[in-house]
Each structure stands twice: as C-alpha cells, then as structure tokens.
C-alpha cells in the first residue's frame, strides 16, 4: 500500500495517540487497587444489561472482566504505541471498546448514574474510537513506521510513501 508523507504521518499519529490513550486507560486500573469494572457494569441498560448483572454477581466472573479489561487495554495500547502487531491489537481494541459502547450505549431514554463526560445522543468517544481503529486496521502504518516493520517479511514496492 503506498501512502503520501502526510498520510502515513497522519496515521502513525493517530495510532500512537489511540495507543497512547488505551495503554494509559489500562495503566491506570492496574496502579489502582479499588478500581473494579462492577460500577459500570451494574449502570448497564438496554441489551447486556442481564449479562453485566451475571458478571457482577459471580466474582470469578468479575475478576476476569476486570483483568480483560485492565490487561485488554494496557497490551492493546502497548502494541498500537510500539507499532507491533498493530493490526491484531486494533481488531482487538476495537472489539474491546465496542463492548464500552453496548454496555452504555447513549441512546435516548437510557439514563446512567455515572454522569457522561458530554452530551450524546448515538455516538459517543467509545464508538468513535472504535471507527478509528478500524481504519487503524484498514491503514496499517505500523509495517512501515513501528516494530512490525522488523517481524514482517513484506514485498518492499508495498512499503513505500510518496
């Protein structure tokens, strides 16, 4: 795939600062001994909402969605930031928040205790980010700008920008 300098600039950045943002995300669980994904996942309306009550109420249930999620975010953000195996981390990540987003979605007549860091109505950061790294998998950077430029044996007429 070719890009122009400023398309493969564009890109690196944004994988990076999505990158950034997850791993940051994930940091912040882990340092944090109280942090527990209960809260959110008893705010929960609409379709998973049955399946969040399930989770909370089993705590072998709950220790694995509190270390997918920790652990989910911190790996996914380290690849994406590193650029190594950069598409399978933005499938990954993108799965990830998409569950963010069906969880508490912001769709009219749904009402959370947690207040929203904004005003929305469909779309919020979790969907948007989601679409960002979908594109991240579309548009991969990372076999030319990021580790897995050293781990992929690529044709290198695919490796070019203009």
């Given at each position: ?79 994406l930031l590193l650029g190594l195996f950069a598409r399978y981390a933005a ?72």
């Amino acid at each position: 795939m070719t890009y122009s300098r400023l398309r493969l600039i564009s890109l690196t950045v944004l994988r990076v600062l999505v990158g950034w943002h997850l791993l940051y995300e994930g940091i912040s669980k882990l340092i944090n001994p109280y942090w527990s994904s209960a809260a959110y996942l008893l705010d929960s309306k609409w379709l998973l909402s049955g399946v969040a009550e399930t989770i909370v109420a089993n705590p072998t249930l709950l220790s694995i969605s509190d270390n997918v999620n920790m652990w989910g975010l911190t790996l996914v953000g380290a690849l994406l930031l590193l650029g190594l195996f950069a598409r399978y981390a933005a499938v990954a990540g993108a799965v990830l928040v998409l569950l963010y987003y069906f969880f508490a979605p912001p769709f009219f007549g749904l009402e959370y205790s947690k207040p929203a860091e904004g005003s929305y109505l469909i779309v919020n950061k979790n969907l948007i980010e989601a679409c960002v790294l979908w594109v991240l998998y579309t548009f991969p950077t990372s076999h030319i700008i990021g580790l897995d430029r050293f781990f992929q044996v690529t044709n290198k007429s695919e490796d070019n920008y203009e």
